[in-house]
């Protein structure tokens, strides 16, 4: 990263994700360079934010929130897509008795406000975002903050603390697959399914899986081996907790 104002740079390193560290190696994948606008001396005009990442220009903006959510987005989904040894999935996961339960789900299919219902119950948090597998199907923390709707729709980035619960540390065996979707009115009524239902709900969320195909079913096959796996709809978020964690309790 860099950025012709180094003030900016601790912003960047602030949305990278989980795990990074500085590399010693000059060798980089990919390059991504802030330019931050500057006060021209024409009076009204305001200054534009730009963001590149290698010579492809991802944002263009006067207001830098803007350009580093973008970044944020970008360098996410950039690693999601190439890690070497990680399956990355777009899901939700807890830990509850030493097993993760996922929930996958691309934006607006309401898995962030399950999510958050779980860590109120006491389940552990490891990621809102994606479900980090290795090769043998264990499931790895990818603790960003839960990004949460208000009421304009908005989202919020709110920790884990603050609903009362902890991130997780370690990775843990797949204990249960919840695949639903929020729906106005539904009762939360859902039926048992087949470890292959659980792994083509995987596959469909994988961010690589063009790229992994095989990588991404042995893993998803490891991983799901004996897992519980639960569909349909749901509505209210708390209601389907509390009986998410029973029936993997069970």
């Known amino acids: ?23 010693s190696s000059p ?27 290698d010579v ?9 929130k803007d350009v580093l959510d ?18 990355f999935v777009h899901a939700g996961v807890v830990e ?29 948090f490891y990621s809102d975002e994606y479900a980090v597998f ?25 920790t884990p603390e603050s609903f009362g619960g902890a991130s997780g540390r370690r990775p843990i065996p797949v204990g249960a697959v919840v695949v639903t979707t929020f729906k106005a009115g539904a009762c939360w009524a859902p039926k048992a399914a087949t470890a292959g239902r659980g792994v083509l709900a995987m596959l469909a969320n994988t961010v ?3 790229r992994k195909p095989e990588a991404s079913l042995r893993a998803f096959q490891c991983g799901l081996d004996g897992a519980l796996i639960l569909t349909g709809p749901r509505g209210e978020a708390r209601e389907a907790a509390a009986s998410i964690l029973d029936a993997v309790s069970k």
Not at 56 to 64: E, N, Q, S, Y
């Open 208 to 210: 690589a899986a063009r």
């Open 1 to 23: 990263m860099r950025s012709n104002d180094a003030s900016l740079v601790p912003l960047l390193g602030a949305l990278l994700p989980p795990g990074w560290r500085i590399a």
């Open 70 to 87: 973008t970044f944020e987005s970008d360098v996410q989904r950039y690693v999601a897509e190439t890690a070497r040894r990680r399956i």
């Open 134 to 158: 290795d090769e043998h199907g264990r499931v790895h923390p990818y603790p960003k903050p839960l990004a949460v709707r208000n009421v304009s729709g908005n989202q919020e980035k709110c």
């Open 56 to 64: 492809t220009r991802i944002a263009r903006a006067g207001d830098l």
């Open 96 to 124: 509850w008795s030493n097993r993760a339960i996922i929930i996958p789900g691309r934006s607006y299919s309401g898995k962030t406000t399950l999510v958050a219902e779980l860590v109120r119950a006491g389940a552990g």
């Open 27 to 53: 060798r980089v994948d990919r390059l991504y360079s802030l330019v931050a606008g500057r006060q021209g001396s024409r009076a009204g005009v305001r200054p534009l934010n730009l963001a590149y990442a």
